[in-house]
């Protein structure tokens, strides 16, 4: 859902759509532009809630403040231009103040998550503030929070292959999260393909950008896209950093909680994240202090979660929509609030997404790799 909004017709974009004022509003393939009363309204992605096109629309005219779910972008042109989305925006944005508004080039005026942007017929933009998460500091037991996101996982795929008519492609890499969607999916549907495959179609969009722009978001390096075919690919995208093992936001936490990660790893050698919490690359973190009072549990969680929502992994690409299941807020709000005993588990063995596998077919387990980012694809051979 790559998109620029200026004065220019870009033609690195394959779409060009001539708004008031002179302001074009550039994009990349799949978004749906809706004439709704007087408003031009440009959505791409999905929501994940029970509301009907027109109620949402209604409801964005009256009150743009995110807090819907799902992973998209809702843009309402008039004379002015609100710039929206769901509750956690799922990319970053970014814009160079009377000239354009962007997701698709970095190192410009960042707008953090925790906005969401207004703009006039100078291109004059305004950042409206709102609050994307709430934090809670109560410890809750390890089956309490296996059950909050259980259910919040099945109601999101639940919500979503009810409203979705487009083909499944499923890629599984050997990793805990691809499996983890894996177990899910097939909860619900086995009317996916099963990609054992590698691909990207080099659309328009792609051939203008891929390498001055799109290469330097790195997810994009390790995506699939079927260009201008509709098509959704489920990810694991967010799954290390919102289950709270990826290892910047897991220093934090282990520091809070006077966890050793480098020596439990190293007295562990086998465990699932031995050799990727061994990097060089990743063994700072954890060799460095923190430049903040982490003794303290809620300075500990608003650091985490204000780092979360501004994490963006990939996004939708021309006709190829990412189904994010993972990229919700509230599963790290959940097991921030877990017992140091259970953070010790998942730092070591991603024990938390096991027991979630489990809970759907503990014989999936078979396909995960023993260790992370090793050895890809190493027990898929078995499927």
């Not at 008039?78 to 769901?86: C, L, R, V």
């Not at 000239?99 to 409206?128: C, F, G, H, M, R």
């Not at 086995?190 to 990207?200: A, F, G, I, S």
Request: proline fraction near 4%; include cysteine.
């Amino acid at each position: 859902m790559f998109f620029e909004i200026s004065k220019i017709k870009n033609q690195n974009y394959p779409n060009n759509y001539q708004l008031k004022n002179d302001i074009i509003f550039n994009c990349d393939l799949g978004w749906q532009r809706i004439e709704y009363k007087h408003y031009v309204i440009f959505f791409k992605g999905y929501r994940l809630d029970s509301i009907e096109d027109e109620e949402f629309y209604e409801s964005m005219l009256h009150d743009p403040t995110p807090r819907f779910h799902g992973n998209f972008f809702c843009v309402i042109a008039d004379d002015t231009i609100t710039i929206t989305n769901d509750k956690h925006r799922g990319s970053p944005l970014q814009y160079v103040q009377n000239q354009k508004i962007t997701n698709l080039e970095q190192d410009l005026t960042p707008a953090w998550s925790n906005k969401y942007l207004t703009v006039d017929p100078l291109l004059t933009v305004t950042e409206k503030h709102f609050s994307p998460y709430t934090c809670s500091y109560d410890e809750i037991d390890y089956d309490s929070a296996l059950d909050q996101v259980d259910k919040i996982l099945c109601d999101s795929f639940e919500t979503f292959l009810s409203q979705n008519n487009k083909p499944l492609k499923v890629f599984l890499s050997g990793g805990i999260d691809t499996l983890t969607m894996y177990s899910y999916i097939n909860k619900f549907t086995k009317n996916y393909e099963l990609v054992d495959y590698e691909y990207k179609k080099f659309t328009h969009f792609y051939r203008k950008n891929w390498d001055t722009k799109i290469t330097k978001y790195w997810g994009y390096n390790q995506i699939h896209s079927w260009g201008d075919v509709p098509t959704v690919l489920l990810t694991g995208g967010c799954g290390d950093e919102f289950f709270l093992r990826g290892p910047a936001m897991l220093s934090v936490l282990a520091e809070h909680h006077g966890i050793d990660t480098l020596a439990l790893v190293e007295k562990n050698t086998q465990c699932y994240h031995s050799h990727y919490l061994s990097k060089e690359k990743n063994r700072h973190y954890f060799s460095t202090k923190k430049p903040f009072d982490t003794s303290s549990k809620k300075n500990t969680v608003a650091y985490i979660m204000n780092n979360l929502i501004n994490d963006h992994q990939h996004w939708h690409i021309d006709e190829t929509i990412c189904f994010t299941p993972f990229k919700n807020i509230a599963i790290p709000g959940i097991i921030l609030n877990l017992p140091k005993q259970n953070v010790i588990e998942q730092l070591l063995e991603a024990q938390f997404n096991k027991d979630l596998i489990i809970r759907n077919n503990p014989d999936d387990l078979r396909l995960l790799s023993t260790s992370k980012n090793h050895i890809r694809f190493e027990n898929l051979i078995s499927m």
